[in-house]
């Protein structure tokens, strides 16, 4: 079964409105407003009390493909809460690099994000960090001084305020060449419980960014690898990469009621994995590469899990209108009044990446809905 042309137009109009780069509020800066300082990478979460968490990662200036030598990097994984947009986020918990060491020491913390596990009523914390260890001896050579591999690993707690460094182990990792590098982490739990990870992996030469997926069954400790790409890449914009972000199901109103269940899923792309040169005399437009990726979507039924249909396949949806376009890391929750809410990393005139959000009220979702 597809979704008709009106439906998708109706997806797609919900997207743009959501993730609106004129009307989005800065609700974390990054701790300097100069290119290669942002904040994101994470989720957002509403507890029953209705408080909302919000995570991610602060990154300082560095270069992946030249090590830590080049800059700090991302060196700080904070969780904030806020009851209200018109609130300021508050910090109430961060890990360092030294307290995110377990295995090896860190080199860089990346994307992340907060999980509450209904079987366990506990919250759970996928956090991506580069660790300090060595390349596989056939690959060894390639290797750049400074620099790891990327893994995923998995903390929990009570509530936020209580996730305990000391339940920390690793939960996605590879040993492939054409997957070497796990981040980035977007974690939910399906209808039988099951918890689906997606993640991003990277080659050992860094030249694609692909989202793969490991699955947990539920009452199981233990992770098991299902796809190394759930999305594959488009022609043109997406060309080079295709991270998934978000994924959100649709409300059961207007044109969806009587669908199966379904979602959208936000993704970043690009098309090059460095900045390309552009002809002066033919039309200019943002690329996305590695660190300034752009923003897309796509959708797919619930019960036809991890088949995924893009919606954007000619150009990106979100792009911002600073910088360099870079509009990624989506993160979007329909609230318990049922509004919607999302956030997201956009580029600034300055070259900073903070978190900025976004809110749809109930009525203007119904609204895109029910044309």
């Given at each position: 079964?597809?979704?008709?042309?009106?439906?998708?137009d109706q997806l797609r109009e919900l997207g743009l409105r959501l993730i609106d780069q004129r009307t989005a509020k800065i609700l974390v800066p990054a701790k300097k407003e100069e290119s290669g300082y942002w904040f994101g990478g994470g989720n957002i979460i509403q507890e029953e009390n209705g408080r909302i968490l919000i995570c991610g990662r602060y990154r300082n200036a560095g270069?992946?493909?030249?090590?830590?030598?080049?800059?700090?990097?991302?060196?700080?994984?904070?969780?904030?809460?806020?009851?209200?947009?018109?609130?300021?986020?508050?910090?109430?918990?961060?890990?360092?690099?030294?307290?995110?060491?377990?295995?090896?020491?860190?080199?860089?913390?990346?994307?992340?994000?907060?999980?509450?596990?209904?079987?366990?009523?506990?919250?759970?914390?996928?956090?991506?960090?580069?660790?300090?260890?060595?390349?596989?001896?056939?690959?060894?050579?390639?290797?750049?001084?400074?620099?790891?591999?990327?893994?995923?690993?998995?903390?929990?707690?009570?509530?936020?305020?209580?996730?305990?460094?000391?339940?920390?182990?690793?939960?996605?990792?590879?040993?492939?060449?054409?997957?070497?590098?796990?981040?980035?982490?977007?974690?939910?739990?399906?209808?039988?419980?099951?918890?689906?990870?997606?993640?991003?992996?990277?080659?050992?030469?860094?030249?694609?960014?692909?989202?793969?997926?490991?699955?947990?069954?539920?009452?199981?400790?233990?992770?098991?690898?299902?796809?190394?790409?759930?999305?594959?890449?488009?022609?043109?914009?997406?060309?080079?990469?295709?991270?998934?972000?978000?994924?959100?199901?649709?409300?059961?109103?207007?044109?969806?009621?009587?669908?199966?269940?379904?979602?959208?899923?936000?993704?970043?792309?690009?098309?090059?994995?460095?900045?390309?040169?552009?002809?002066?005399?033919?039309?200019?437009?943002?690329?996305?590469?590695?660190?300034?990726?752009?923003?897309?979507?796509?959708?797919?039924?619930?019960?036809?899990?991890?088949?995924?249909?893009?919606?954007?396949?000619?150009?990106?949806?979100?792009?911002?209108?600073?910088?360099?376009?870079?509009?990624?890391?989506?993160?979007?929750?329909?609230?318990?009044?049922?509004?919607?809410?999302?956030?997201?990393?956009?580029?600034?005139?300055?070259?900073?990446?903070?978190?900025?959000?976004?809110?749809?009220?109930?009525?203007?979702?119904?609204?895109?809905?029910?044309?």
């Amino acid at each position: 079964m597809n979704l008709k042309n009106e439906q998708l137009d109706q997806l797609r109009e919900l997207g743009l409105r959501l993730i609106d780069q004129r009307t989005a509020k800065i609700l974390v800066p990054a701790k300097k407003e100069e290119s290669g300082y942002w904040f994101g990478g994470g989720n957002i979460i509403q507890e029953e009390n209705g408080r909302i968490l919000i995570c991610g990662r602060y990154r300082n200036a560095g270069d992946s493909t030249t090590g830590v030598g080049a800059g700090e990097r991302g060196l700080e994984f904070s969780i904030f809460e806020v009851g209200s947009l018109k609130e300021v986020a508050s910090k109430i918990l961060s890990f360092s690099k030294h307290d995110l060491a377990h295995t090896s020491d860190i080199v860089s913390i990346e994307g992340g994000c907060l999980l509450q596990n209904k079987q366990t009523d506990r919250i759970e914390l996928f956090i991506s960090t580069e660790k300090k260890i060595a390349y596989p001896k056939t690959l060894i050579n390639f290797q750049k001084p400074g620099t790891g591999v990327w893994t995923v690993d998995l903390l929990h707690g009570s509530n936020a305020e209580s996730i305990d460094l000391s339940t920390i182990q690793t939960v996605a990792s590879s040993c492939e060449g054409n997957t070497l590098h796990v981040k980035d982490p977007v974690a939910f739990q399906s209808k039988d419980g099951n918890t689906e990870l997606l993640y991003c992996n990277h080659p050992f030469s860094w030249s694609s960014s692909n989202t793969g997926l490991t699955s947990r069954k539920e009452n199981d400790n233990t992770f098991k690898h299902r796809s190394d790409s759930i999305l594959a890449r488009g022609n043109s914009w997406d060309v080079a990469c295709s991270r998934i972000t978000e994924r959100l199901q649709i409300p059961k109103i207007g044109s969806f009621s009587g669908t199966p269940n379904l979602s959208l899923y936000f993704y970043d792309g690009a098309e090059c994995l460095r900045s390309l040169d552009q002809n002066p005399q033919a039309a200019k437009r943002p690329r996305g590469y590695s660190c300034e990726e752009l923003g897309g979507l796509a959708w797919g039924w619930d019960d036809d899990f991890p088949n995924i249909h893009p919606i954007s396949t000619e150009f990106p949806l979100f792009i911002s209108p600073h910088g360099t376009g870079c509009s990624r890391y989506v993160s979007s929750i329909f609230l318990q009044n049922d509004d919607l809410l999302a956030t997201w990393q956009q580029a600034q005139p300055d070259g900073s990446q903070p978190l900025v959000a976004n809110q749809l009220e109930k009525s203007e979702v119904h609204r895109i809905l029910s044309n």
